[in-house]
């Protein structure tokens, strides 16, 4: 997946909860997202950051917030979690040679109860 | 608001034949669009890209066509293999966005032996 970890794989939460999902690349790419994939919907965009510090809102950013304090690391945080956002999370980098494509990560998958 | 769609939700196709997998914009002033491919359990891999100002262009055992008069956008895949098997999703750079993308809902393509 292009030098690019998320974690956790896998999380199981309560309605209310602070989550944080953590995306980490090794390619050095200047742009980082994140993407929700939800059935009937596709992949829809949270947040994107073009640089440390430097981030803005997607799409579907409420309830959700971003923090980028190094180049290698992009943290999603849901402040206090609630079952519509039961979701896979995709986190992608971009920017880097060819700079329209995006890499994916596998993918965490988050259920709220 | 403007949207990538797809033509067809399923497409079953034989082993050995071609596949043609269709995809409708509405956003003129997109840049380039994406063909990715998502396995099960995977993130979206990248399989090939266009730009607005091309009307084709081919990869390995795959080809995409632009047609920006009825704003259609197709992904041709020659001697569909079982491998092929997955969704494919269409994408569109979303302006003044960092390069992020705005997906389609995706097309399942099942490879029939």
């Known amino acids: 997946d292009a030098g690019i970890t998320q974690s956790p794989r896998h999380k199981v939460t309560e309605t209310g909860t602070p989550v944080t999902l953590r995306c980490h690349q090794t390619e050095n790419h200047r742009y980082m997202y994140w993407y929700r994939q939800d059935p009937g919907h596709g992949l829809r965009l949270i947040h994107y950051?073009?640089?440390?510090?430097?981030?803005d809102k997607g799409e579907v950013s409420d309830g959700y917030s971003v923090s980028r304090s190094k180049t290698e690391d992009f943290l999603l945080t849901l402040e206090s979690a609630t079952s519509s956002q039961t979701s896979v999370y995709f986190c992608?980098?971009?920017?880097?040679?060819?700079?329209?494509?995006?890499?994916f990560g596998a993918g965490t998958r988050l259920s709220v109860l | 608001g403007e949207s990538v769609g797809l033509h067809l939700p399923t497409l079953s196709v034989q082993e050995g034949d071609n596949s043609i997998i269709n995809c409708a914009y509405s956003?003129?002033?997109?840049?380039?669009f994406i063909w990715y491919k998502q396995e099960s359990g995977k993130g979206p891999q990248f399989i090939i890209d266009i730009r607005s100002n091309m009307d084709k262009r081919q990869g390995q055992r795959v080809t995409v066509l632009l047609n920006k008069t009825v704003k259609h956008l197709s992904l041709q895949i020659a001697a569909t293999q079982p491998g092929d098997s997955a969704v494919y999703f269409c994408a569109e750079n979303i302006i003044n966005s960092g390069y992020a993308l705005n997906f389609g809902k995706g097309t399942s393509l099942l490879v029939t032996p």
């Open positions: 992608a980098i971009g920017g880097g040679p060819a700079k329209n494509i995006q890499y």
């Open positions: 950051s073009y640089g440390v510090k430097d981030t």
């Open positions: 956003n003129s002033a997109s840049d380039y």
